[in-house]
């Protein structure tokens, strides 16, 4: 959903959450969550390996900064577009052998 369009008291389901559709709640219910409060006990580097083993591919980097959005709205953060979340991925990269 659109990151503007999200309401925190409206949220009841995956695709209400900011910046997931159809595809990437399918994705999140392929690793395991059903439901957006599953999210806050979740890590999304750890989401993001877990998907990428369970569909034999590497995925998109920017996934991870899907997950890391949904996390953080989930604990209580602003509903902020994916890319937001860019620029802390990538420090968070930095120097590792991630994606």
């Known amino acids: 959903m659109n990151p503007q369009k999200v309401r925190r008291e409206q949220v ?3 695709e209400d959450l900011p910046n997931i559709g159809k595809a990437m709640a399918a994705d999140l219910r392929l690793i395991g969550i059903e439901t ?3 999210l806050r006990e979740r890590e999304a580097f750890e989401m ?3 998907l990428c083993e369970r569909t034999g591919q590497r995925h998109d ?3 991870i900064d899907v997950f890391m959005s949904i996390v953080s709205f989930m604990r209580g953060g602003a509903a902020l577009p994916w890319w937001a979340f860019t ?3 990538k420090r968070r990269l930095h120097g590792s052998v991630h994606p």
């Open 12 to 14: 009841r389901k995956l």
């Open 36 to 38: 957006p409060q599953q």
């Open 48 to 50: 993001y390996e877990m």
């Open 61 to 63: 980097p920017c996934v």
């Open 87 to 89: 620029a802390e991925r």
